[in-house]
């Protein structure tokens, strides 16, 4: 039997989700016996192959468009979609930045912090992402198979979805599995 592919990408992140991903430990080892890892931040192949794969996870929220596009691509690229961790599902903590304008929040940010250096001004350049004026959840810019919440998602519950997928099965998140210690 053919292994089950799978690629990974972070967005506006902590990088929590992913550690949370390498958690599992032992599990990962086995899990990895049937699933064959095409890309993630955490190796060197960082975007899905143009081929695709069969899952796709995404962590963290949209905040510029350069993490639109890649939550585009990796919906193109995956047959399932994942989105995992409570910035993904919901816009999470980075959200916060919603409540203010923002040119006022590059602002603070570049120029007025204790720590910046005088006459600091904020970076403009085409190469920059553009910051969009609300953060927003993946399933906000593109459609998801499967939903995650956790900030992180417990390595058990990452565990028992890619293995239920795996298998074939559709996860089922019951309460039992979306509750945190």
């Known amino acids: 039997m053919a292994k089950v592919t799978l690629s990974t990408d972070w967005l506006d992140v902590c990088s929590g989700c992913h550690m949370s991903l390498l958690d599992m430990d032992e599990l990962l080892v086995e899990i990895l016996e049937h699933v064959q ?13 143009e081929e695709g ?15 639109e596009a890649v939550a585009r691509r990796m919906r193109e690229r995956c047959n399932i979609l994942i989105s995992m961790g409570d910035c993904a599902v919901f816009g999470g903590i980075c959200t916060m930045r919603n409540f203010f304008d923002t040119e006022e929040t590059l602002r603070y940010a570049y120029v007025e912090t204790d720590s910046t ?11 920059i992402a553009k910051l969009y004026p609300a953060v927003k959840s993946v399933r906000d810019i593109v459609k998801v198979d499967y939903h995650l919440p956790g900030c992180p998602p417990p390595a058990h519950v990452i565990a028992y979805v890619l293995t239920e997928l795996v298998a074939g099965r559709e996860p089922k998140l019951t309460e039992d599995l979306l509750t945190y210690d």
């Open 37 to 49: 890892l095409l890309s993630s931040p955490i190796t060197d192949l960082k975007h899905p192959p």
């Open 53 to 67: 794969a069969d899952v796709g996870i995404l962590t963290g929220a949209v905040s510029n468009d350069h993490q």
């Open 117 to 127: 250096a005088p006459d600091q001004e904020v970076p403009r350049s085409p190469e």
